[in-house]
C-alpha cells in the first residue's frame, strides 16, 4: 500500500499540534510495513525523515502571505487557499512519481482542497483527516470579535461555497473529534463520503510520572485572548495562596504579552516562553486549557496525560472529548464566573487528587496510543480501497 500525505507543514517545519500528529501517524504506518511519503510547503530538500519520504515545495509566495497583514494580501491569501495554480504542476509530477494508492489530506492551507479534484483526475481515492475549521472559515478558527461564531460570516460562506463542492470528491472523511467533525457535516460538506468517522489524535506513551512537591498550574500554547489566557491569569490572580504558582509556556503578539506581564504582576505567575515538553510537564502539577475558541481538539490533553498530569479544561469545541470530568481532570465554563478558579481551588483544598487522577490519566491516555491510533487508520485505509474496488 502507497500513500502519499498532505499536510501544510512537516518536520522540521513544525508550527503546531498538527505537525506532530501527522509525523507520528506517517512514521506508525512506516513501521506497519507501508510506503509512506508526504507532501508539505517549505524550502527544505526532499528528505527521508524515519522512513517518509518528505517533498518540501518552495512556495515563496503562500509564505509570504503569513507575513502580511493589508486588505490586499487578505485577499490574495483566501484566493490561494481556494485555489493555487502555481503549485499544482508540482503535485502532479509527484502523483506520477509516488503512484500512490490513495491520498491522505490534512492541512490544506497554501494547497488548497483544488487537490482533491487532482486527486480524481488520476483516479486516486481520497482520505481526509479534518484538523480545525480552514473549510468552513478564512480564519481556520470561527472566531470574532472576542467571541466563538454561530454561523459562518458573509465572506466565510462565499469561500467555503467554493471548498464544499470540491469536498465531494472526498471518499472517506475523519474528525480529529466528534465535534469537527459534525460542524463540517452540519455545513454540508463530504456529503458524498461512504466514511465518516472521526479518529484521535495519537501521543507517545511510556513517559515517567514524576510526584511533584507544590502545585504548579501550567499553560502551554500561544498566549492570546481567544486562547483564553486573560481569563486564566484573572482567574488564578484572585485565588488568595501564596504557596500556588502558575507557569506559562508560549508567546504571543509582542504587544499583547507586554500587556499580560504589566496587568498581571504577580509573583507567582512566570511567563517561561518556549521549553521542550518534557522540561515542561516534569514541572508542572495540572495543565489548563483555558480556551474560549471551539477548539477541534487539543494535543495538551494528551501530552500531559502521558507524564501522569490532569487537565482543566473549557467545554468549548472537542476540548471535553478528551476530558473524563472528575477522573482525569475537570471541564468548566468560560462564561461562567469564578468556574475555573472553584475548579483549580479544587486541587488546592485537596492536593491528594492529583496523585488520584495522575493514575486515571495514565491509564486513559493507553487508549490514543500511537499502535492503536496507527491501526485504526490502517483499518479505515483497508475500507476505503475495498470500496474503490466495487
Request: with cysteine; proline share 4%; aromatic share 12%.
Amino acid at each position: 500500500m502507497r500513500i502519499l500525505i498532505f499536510n501544510t507543514f512537516y518536520y522540521p517545519n513544525i508550527v503546531g499540534g498538527a505537525e506532530k500528529s501527522t509525523q507520528l501517524i506517517a512514521e506508525g504506518l512506516v513501521k506497519k510495513g507501508l510506503n509512506i511519503s508526504v507532501v508539505s510547503i517549505g524550502n527544505n530538500k526532499e528528505q527521508i525523515i524515519n522512513g517518509v519520504k518528505v517533498y518540501y515545495i518552495n512556495e515563496k509566495f503562500w509564505l509570504s502571505l503569513t507575513k502580511k497583514n493589508n486588505f490586499l494580501y487578505k485577499t490574495m491569501q483566501k484566493t490561494v487557499n481556494i485555489y493555487n495554480p502555481s503549485i499544482y504542476k508540482k503535485i502532479n509530477t509527484i502523483l506520477n512519481k509516488e503512484k500512490p494508492s490513495f491520498i491522505h489530506t490534512n492541512n490544506l492551507y497554501g494547497f488548497s482542497p483544488y487537490v482533491w479534484k487532482l486527486a480524481k483526475n488520476s483516479n486516486l481515492p481520497i482520505v481526509h483527516t479534518i484538523r480545525d475549521h480552514f473549510l468552513l472559515c478564512n480564519r481556520g478558527v470561527m472566531f470574532k470579535n472576542g467571541k466563538n461564531c454561530d454561523k459562518q460570516c458573509v465572506d466565510c460562506k462565499l469561500t467555503s461555497t467554493i471548498k464544499k463542492s470540491f469536498s465531494q470528491y472526498v471518499d472517506a472523511v475523519i474528525g480529529i473529534s466528534e465535534y469537527i467533525l459534525h460542524r463540517h457535516l452540519e455545513y454540508g460538506f463530504f456529503n458524498n463520503a461512504k466514511i465518516k468517522t472521526h479518529i484521535y489524535n495519537p501521543v507517545p506513551q511510556s513517559k515517567k510520572f514524576k510526584k511533584k512537591k507544590e502545585i504548579i498550574f501550567g499553560y502551554i500554547g500561544q498566549l492570546s485572548k481567544g486562547k483564553g489566557v486573560e481569563l486564566l491569569l484573572s482567574e488564578f490572580s484572585k485565588i488568595n495562596n501564596p504557596s500556588i504558582k502558575l507557569y506559562l509556556y508560549g508567546k504571543g503578539i509582542p504587544n499583547y504579552e507586554k500587556y499580560l506581564k504589566t496587568k498581571f504582576k504577580d509573583k507567582r505567575i512566570k511567563f517561561r516562553g518556549f521549553m521542550k515538553s518534557n522540561n515542561i510537564y516534569e514541572d508542572i502539577s495540572i495543565s489548563i486549557i483555558p480556551s474560549l475558541l471551539n477548539e477541534a481538539f487539543s494535543r495538551i490533553h494528551l501530552e500531559s496525560y502521558s507524564y501522569g498530569i490532569p487537565v482543566i479544561g473549557s467545554n468549548r469545541g472537542g476540548i471535553p472529548e478528551g476530558i473524563i470530568d472528575k477522573k482525569t481532570g475537570f471541564i468548566f465554563d468560560p462564561s461562567k464566573r469564578d468556574d475555573l478558579k472553584e475548579k483549580m481551588e479544587i486541587f488546592i483544598n485537596n492536593p491528594k487528587l492529583i496523585d488520584e487522577f495522575s493514575q486515571n490519566c495514565i491509564k486513559f491516555v493507553k487508549n490514543f496510543d500511537e499502535e492503536k491510533i496507527v491501526n485504526q487508520y490502517i483499518d479505515l485505509y483497508n475500507k476505503v480501497l475495498n470500496n474503490n474496488e466495487k
